[in-house]
Nanobody, 121 residues
Framework: QVRLVESGGGLVQPGGSLKLSCVMP???????????MGWYRQAPGKQRELVAT???????HYADSVRGRFTISRDNSRKTVSLQMNFLKPEDTAVYYC????????????WGQGTQVTVSS
C-alpha cells in the first residue's frame, strides 16, 4: 500500500504554532490535482476526525474546532499539502494523518503514516 509522507509534528506549548506537510510520492501516478487533499486526526481513545480538506480548485473546509486557527494549503507543482496550525490548544493533541482522495476514482484513497502533535506546557 502506497503511503503519503508526512512531516512536521512535535511538541509545542499551548498558544504555539506548528506546520505539517505532506507529499504525494511518485509511486502514485495519477495527477495530483485530481485529488482532494485533507488532514484528519485521532486522539487517544477517540475516533479519527476530519480537520480540514482542500479541493483541486483550492476550496477549503474546516472542522468547527479548528476554523480560524488552522489553514490548509496545497502546491500542485510540488504535490504537497500543508496544515498551518496556530493558537494550539491541549485538545489539539493527536496523531495527524494526511489523506488524498481521487475525485474520479473511489479506490484511489491514500493515507500517510501519521505524525504526532502534542500540545502541552
Amino acid at each position: 500500500q502506497v503511503r503519503l509522507v508526512e512531516s512536521g509534528g512535535g511538541l509545542v506549548q499551548p498558544g504555539g504554532s506548528l506546520k505539517l506537510s505532506c507529499v504525494m510520492p511518485r509511486a502514485i501516478t495519477s495527477t495530483f490535482n485530481m485529488y482532494t487533499m485533507g488532514w484528519y486526526r485521532q486522539a487517544p481513545g477517540k475516533q479519527r476526525e476530519l480537520v480540514a480538506t482542500i479541493t483541486s480548485g483550492r476550496t477549503s473546509h474546516y472542522a468547527d474546532s479548528v476554523r480560524g486557527r488552522f489553514t490548509i494549503s496545497r502546491d500542485n507543482s510540488r504535490k504537497t499539502v500543508s496544515l498551518q496550525m496556530n493558537f494550539l490548544k491541549p485538545e489539539d493533541t493527536a496523531v495527524y494523518y494526511c489523506n488524498a482522495k481521487n475525485d474520479h476514482d473511489d479506490y484511489q484513497n491514500y493515507w500517510g503514516q501519521g505524525t504526532q502533535v502534542t500540545v502541552s506546557s
